[in-house]
């Protein structure tokens, strides 16, 4: 069975300050691995996601995630903070030789940036 | 442009009535995804279907029901029998076919509220 656990369910941080958003997996054999955002009212929107190759992954709005297979992990970081980062994050996994079996979502973690 | 259209944006069903949540991609995709949202649980896979006149149940299927009469369309019906059924509705929809690996695009969302 596949599961993502996001241990946080909110993150505070100062406007240009690092942020990380944790996120860990469970799945058999190599992961494909991606990070949604959501605003309010709206639906996910992709931010990046891992499949192979470089474990850091570099996607929208400055966003980063670094894969770590040992510590089965993918957490989601930006090197300096903008209130407009303020939203809901979600973490999915799937694993790669699942066949189109549907992405599992984590119960998401929401990020506030306080100016 | 293209895209996942979801309709109504928000919606108020009776005790007892049975309602229709409209979701239309033109992005060609294969499969399409309904998923609910409530508050601190994450998404939670109700029903999807990876081709035309088939579709597989998710984790919490009772009380909903749906259909894939066409590719662009795959609409979800909120049945008299989910007896919780006031939550945010989100629809999906991905290729399976092709050179990449791919994550979701999601529609708006539907607000549903039992008045």
């Known amino acids: 069975a596949q599961s993502v656990a996001q241990p946080e369910d909110q993150v505070n941080v100062a406007e240009g300050n690092p942020l990380t958003v944790k996120c860990t997996y469970s799945v058999s054999g190599n992961p494909y691995l991606f990070w949604y955002v959501q605003y309010p009212n709206r639906g996910l929107q992709f931010l990046l996601k891992?499949?192979?190759?470089?474990?850091l992954v570099k996607g929208s709005y400055g966003f980063e995630a670094e894969f770590n297979k040992s510590q089965t992990s993918f957490h989601l970081k930006k090197p300096s903070a903008l209130v407009s980062d303020s939203a809901l994050y979600f973490c999915a996994v799937r694993a790669l030789n699942s066949g189109n079996t549907p992405l599992v979502f984590g119960k998401g973690t929401r990020l506030s940036v306080i100016a | 442009d293209g895209g996942i259209t979801q309709s109504p944006k928000y919606l108020f069903r009776k005790e007892g009535q049975n309602v229709t949540l409209s979701c239309e991609q033109n992005?060609?995709?294969?499969?399409m995804y309904w998923y609910r949202q409530d508050p601190g649980q994450g998404l939670r896979l109700i029903y999807y279907?990876?081709?035309?006149?088939?579709?597989q149940k998710g984790d919490i299927a009772e009380g909903y029901s749906v259909s894939r009469e066409k590719k662009e369309s795959f609409p979800l019906t909120v049945t008299s029998a989910q007896k919780n059924p006031t939550a945010f509705y989100l629809c999906?929809?991905?290729?399976?076919?092709?050179?990449?690996?791919?994550?979701?695009?999601f529609g708006s969302g539907t607000r549903l509220t039992v008045v």
């Open positions: 992005l060609n995709h294969d499969a």
């Open positions: 891992y499949i192979t190759g470089d474990n």
């Open positions: 999906a929809s991905t290729p399976l076919t092709g050179p990449g690996h791919y994550g979701y695009t």
């Open positions: 279907s990876q081709i035309v006149n088939d579709f």
